[in-house]
């Protein structure tokens, strides 16, 4: 945070003073893990001991929908222990993931190509709209499902250097659009078609006799205008609210973009003709390749397909492709012993990460393992389902439901699986389309993913941030900053929705806030 003097600060500014003070006393995240590990461990002991349980609708055997902890403390907690402790680490989703893009994006950044197509595409954007420009494309990079949080903070610093900005609040705003923008794109995600997936299952298994379903496309056309309501959101409350409180960028300049010469120029359209003909590979194997879903009727889809089920290897070639033609044409790297001292270079701030993953892996499989997840999830709904509000204002109530639930349970996918056997059919009864609850979910269930401590990415940005731009930066500072983002968005995106439902519009083709007429029948 800037050291800038300040005369008199607004109640707003003084909470987040508040709770950057708060989350900079949090121990270092390994440490914070630990102690999270102790206390799950002992909440599940405790639940197990009072033989305490709930159901879970989304499982029709009674005899398996009863959800019971389990005891860490006990000759099954200590084999799964034992038996997992590795396999909790290795089989850690995000690291993997972070390393993997880490290596590739870093071949780009030691190699200068990052630098210089920032320099040359970003050289006629007025400063005032890159945090627009970043926030968008950080919003529409969720496409890409994880990867986005993992490769646009980084390449949003270096574009907030070279107009004069502070890059951390880059690194901040393109995590911020990745993440509190996760359910908002201009086209259909991988999302859509899990979510969908699951809605379906909550109909079939409240109306068994039904064939109705809901399309992919049911939030399509209400998702893709809060794409520009995210970005501009986003942007501006980066631009409005968390920019002020760092100030001034005083680190080094090494990032500062600056003209081009000949060979990098040289560099950039060698590098851009190995993108386009790695772009043609991939189109040649799409449409007449193994990278696309065939459908029985020879249809061929994205969503579902071998390109979006590799897309993480896909872009590790794409990058490091672009990145060694750049660097050898334009001089950075003259040989091989060159491009492996980048990639280990880069691959030196990841050790904090890689530590934090080790105990943020045991944590996530012990929360799992216990079932407080799905108890927390299944209460939660429990406690909407019982307090009778209707219209507008259990709409609402719902939204906030999942907004505070996804605070502790971060998988979206596994939240819905619980949720939708009891809300969809409730709020059908109510005369709501399913489509429409599972809009109301999604409103929820994206903002606060930008400050919660319990998503691995964070730690990340923290991470790059600390080892490139500000050793002293500490996670309290970083939350301080996203919560006002989350905080806006949430309430514009509510109030958003308010409007759009008040006029009538559909949220998809075909798709409004009513139930359609042969449901409506099958329920009465």
Known sequence: MSDNTVTKKTLGGRCLDAIERVGNKLPPPAILFCWLFVIVAVIGAIFTWTDFSMINPAIKDPAKAV???????????????????????????????????????GMCEEAGLLKALLAKCMRNVPPTLVPFVVAFLGTCGNIASD???IVIPPMAAIAYIGVGKNPIVGMINGYAGAQAGFSANLMIAGTDSLLQGLTNLAIKGFIPDSTFTVEVTCNWFFMMASTFLCAIVIGGVCTWVVEPRFGKYEGSTDDKIEALTPEQSRGLRNAGLVALAYIALLVVGFFWGP?????PDGSRVFVGSLMLKGLIPLLFFFFALCGITYGYTAGSIK???DLNKGMVHQAKGMGAYIVFCFFAGQFNMLFNWTKLGTM?????????KGIGFTGIPMCVAFILLSMVVNLFVSSGSAKWAIFAPI???????LGYHPGFTQLLYRLGDSPTNAFTPMSPYIWMVLSVAQAKYDENLKIGTLISALVPVAFWLQIIWIIFFIVWDYFGLPIGPGVTSAIPAELAALLH
Not at 423 to 429: G, H, I, K, R, T
């Open 423 to 429: 809300f969809v059919p409730m709020f059908m009864l």
């Open 67 to 105: 959800v019971k902890s389990q005891n860490l403390f006990s000759e099954a907690g200590i084999n799964w222990l034992l038996n997992n402790l590795v396999k909790n680490f290795t089989g850690f989703a995000p690291m993997g993931l972070v390393v993997t893009m880490t290596l590739a994006i």
């Open 147 to 149: 990867t986005a949080m």
């Open 291 to 295: 990278l696309a879903k065939v459908n």
């Open 376 to 384: 927390l999830a299944i209460g939660g709904a429990d406690f909407l």
């Open 335 to 337: 040989s091989s012993s």
